[in-house]
């Protein structure tokens, strides 16, 4: 049984940073690229970052790029999200997302519907 689990949301302030942790249950989380997305209240779920199987490749979501770092520990089987210089358009609930097919990093990754297994989820609020 696959699981997911995000946690480290909050309320902060623009400016401030926070780190998003997904944990993987299950012994094949290194056969997978993991994904973040998230949604905004009354808007489509939207790609955040991506990250290869391996950890040494990522793409980002022109939104994000340059402020967010996706990062894992295969030996935790764990995904991270490092989000700094927060906006108050970056106030979503997070989700991280296991890719569909072992060993595929590239092609879609920006769909959501690459993804099997979702976490539930977890609320990033940044006040102005």
């Known amino acids: 049984q696959v699981q997911l689990v995000e946690s480290g949301g909050g309320l902060v302030q623009a400016g401030d940073s926070l780190r998003l942790s997904c944990a993987f249950s299950?012994?094949?989380?290194?056969?997978?690229?993991m994904g973040w997305f998230r949604q905004a209240p009354g808007k489509e779920r939207e790609f955040v970052a991506v990250?290869?199987?391996?950890?040494?490749?990522?793409y980002y979501a022109d939104s994000v790029k340059g402020r967010f770092t996706i990062s894992r520990d295969n030996a935790k089987n764990l995904v991270y999200l490092q989000m700094d210089s927060l906006k108050p358009e970056d106030t979503a609930v997070y989700y991280c997302?296991?890719?569909?097919?072992?060993?595929?990093?590239?092609?879609?990754?920006?769909?959501?519907?690459?993804?099997?297994?979702w976490g539930q989820g977890t609320q990033v609020t940044v006040s102005s």
């Open positions: 997302a296991r890719r569909r097919q072992t060993f595929l990093y590239s092609g879609s990754y920006y769909l959501s519907s690459e993804y099997g297994y």
């Open positions: 299950g012994r094949t989380f290194s056969m997978y690229a």
């Open positions: 990250i290869h199987w391996t950890g040494g490749n990522t």
